[in-house]
């Protein structure tokens, strides 16, 4: 098995991801801290820590990659007529630590999770600088759905979503979908796609079309910084009466 790098703590430099192992798929890197500065420079360079206590930091960039765009997503009818029967309110940045709980929250069905304290701290961190950010989804003022991530340049980074009610989970995408396309956002990086993503229109492209993409989107700019606020489109987008 070939090796894999130990990042020096004194350096922010990570490999190339065309190094990244095939398997396991995307292992690239070991090692390093879950600083705001080492947390941008891997997003902007399609790298992602994932890991489990008590492994050390492990850093990833899987090929291919599963995207979302935006203008692609996928609601289906069933979804559109659930909306319209019920009135969700969704928000952004309204409690953005406790979307982050509620997706590192175990249960039996998922007795371990990957969003260990540390990560927990870093991507709070995050969002009080004013990188990550979180979609919130109640029904009957009750928090039923939320997703959280990483905005840099035009990419937005997604991290995890969760559901405590029907299709909470989905409802956040479709209003995070409509904020991202009102801010001029290219693309969402799903990281690893699954049959839950697919159908909503995620879809796999390989590395090197990934890669183009960061250059061209993922340049993060000061002004960009700062909590989120949706517009009136994107809270429209899930009464499922927008056509």
């Known amino acids: 098995m070939?090796?894999?790098?130990?990042?020096?703590?004194r350096s922010l430099q990570f490999p190339?991801?065309?190094?990244?192992?095939?398997?396991?798929?995307?292992?690239?890197?070991?090692?390093?801290?879950?600083?705001?500065?080492?947390?941008?420079?891997?997003y902007q360079h399609g790298i992602f820590p994932w890991y489990e206590d008590p492994q050390p930091?492990?850093?990833?960039?899987?090929?291919?990659?599963?995207v979302l765009f935006p203008e692609k997503l996928h609601c289906s009818r069933s979804l559109r007529k659930q909306m319209r029967k019920a009135s969700y309110r969704v928000s952004a940045d309204s409690?953005?630590?406790?979307?982050l709980d509620e997706c590192a929250a175990t249960s039996p069905k998922r007795p371990g999770t990957w969003i260990t304290?540390?990560?927990?701290?870093?991507?709070?961190?995050?969002?009080?600088?004013?990188?990550?950010?979180?979609?919130?989804?109640?029904?009957?003022?009750?928090?039923?759905?939320?997703?959280y991530g990483l905005a840099l340049g035009q990419v937005?980074?997604?991290?995890?979503?969760?559901?405590r009610g029907p299709s909470g989970s989905k409802i956040a995408l479709i209003a995070l979908c409509a904020e991202l396309l009102s801010r001029n956002f290219k693309v969402i990086d799903c990281q690893v796609g699954n049959d839950y993503l697919y159908s909503m229109g995620a879809e796999l492209i390989p590395r090197a079309q990934f890669k183009t993409l960061l250059e061209h989107y993922a340049q993060p700019h000061e002004d960009q910084?700062?909590?989120?606020?949706?517009?009136?489109?994107?809270?429209?987008?899930?009464?499922g009466n927008d056509g």
């Open 2 to 9: 070939p090796s894999i790098p130990w990042l020096d703590e």
């Open 16 to 42: 190339d991801i065309d190094n990244a192992l095939d398997d396991p798929n995307g292992l690239l890197a070991v090692g390093g801290d879950l600083s705001p500065e080492r947390l941008l420079t891997a």
């Open 57 to 66: 930091l492990l850093w990833w960039s899987p090929q291919p990659r599963a």
């Open 95 to 99: 409690c953005f630590a406790r979307v």
């Open 117 to 147: 304290q540390d990560m927990r701290r870093a991507y709070n961190r995050m969002h009080e600088l004013g990188w990550a950010h979180s979609i919130e989804v109640y029904l009957d003022d009750e928090l039923v759905g939320g997703l």
């Open 156 to 163: 937005f980074f997604g991290e995890s979503m969760f559901s």
């Open 225 to 239: 910084r700062g909590h989120w606020t949706l517009g009136d489109e994107s809270k429209q987008k899930v009464s």
